[in-house]
């Protein structure tokens, strides 16, 4: 079968210097990121290389402000350019997206003075961040999260390293024993959401250790771990916003972060839609190309309508977002139909594989179990239907 190589998306772009920054992503993506994909992805590795490699590039603080690091870019770059990275490794373009999430708090509810300390390291210093709010009691009901944030006694000994003492059990935390710091959401005071507060937590913090990492389906070079909190001490200093602020700060990530899911699924989708028209354009049967059958045709042309409305949908999200009006209906709407399409999308290119499709000769297998956790990270898309109804009808009954 010749080989067809697949046309770079066509992007509407808002200015020269996002072009050239797609440019930049996309050379990465290719001489970087794509070709050792399949292989690191069977063997659990991860790509901590290409990591250090988009800090010096300046990729992993593209949102936030230049002031600290980042990159003064539009929500509506930034999420194209994960798309970018999703579309050859989805273990890279997910882990940018949880980095990203991992600064929200600090970026957008630290103080001056936490900003200055912190973030430029955090954005471009070659750090990796991780996001701790799940717990192995408390997924989709975050609210009911039990790990424990007490504040020392007053006059405890200066040598305690802290005001704080963290101790629980994180659970489905990306990047869980080897990022460099953790935002973590811990109780610190009564029962539901006004009890939470935000913490930035040094991941070589005494008492923090991580579990083995969790033996999945897909994306295998991406570590997903327990991460535990043996009375971690924290100094106030490193308490993000309010006391019982904290769970108005991880809903405010989690809109963001539903985007950046979108855009990744949009990538997964639009990788497996490349290698399904190569393989069918390129793969003869009965005398002509199998893309010349009006069954594989039609769905060829639903697979690629999928991803266009999705990839339409996330990024009127973000215009929104970069407009500075409310978009967490749109977030929800765009994390539920981007991931269903991903793994629509996913399953169909296998499908046009046929055998070929359902084996590890092709990528499309490795797609497909990848596109699965789309639907269930960060809020579940059943979550997702909840949160759009609610902006819909107002809340449920209870």
Partial sequence: MPDRAPQPVDRQLPTDEARDLISLVRDIAQREIAPKAAEEEDAGRFPREVFRLLSESGLLGLPYDSEYGGGDQPYEVYLQVLEELAAARLTVGLGVSVHTLACHALANYGTKQQQVEHLPAML??????????????????????????????AGAAPESGGDWSITGTKAWITHGGIADFY???ARSGGEGARGITAFLVPGDAEGLSAALPEKKMGMKGSPTAQVHFDGVRVSDDR?????????????????????????CAIGVAQAALDEAVAYATGREQFGRPISH???????????????EAGRALYLAAARLRDAGRPFAKQAAMAKLLCTDAAMKVT???????????????????????????????EGTNQIQRMVIARHLAGPDSR
């Fill in 124 to 153: 471009g210093g070659g750090l990796l961040g991780a996001y701790c709010l799940s717990e192995p009691s408390s997924g989709s009901d975050a609210a009911s999260l039990r790990t424990k944030a007490v504040r020392e006694a």
């Fill in 183 to 185: 935002t973590v959401l």
């Fill in 239 to 263: 308490r993000i916003g309010d006391e019982g602020q904290g769970f108005a700060i991880a809903l405010s990530a989690l809109d963001s972060g539903r985007l950046g899911i979108a855009a």
């Fill in 293 to 307: 059958f009006q069954g594989l045709r039609f769905m060829l042309a639903d697979m690629a309508t999928q991803i």
């Fill in 347 to 377: 399953t169909d290119a296998v499908q046009v594989l046929g055998g070929y499709g359902y084996t590890a000769e092709f990528p499309v297998e490795r797609y497909m179990r990848e596109a699965k956790v789309l639907q269930i990270v």
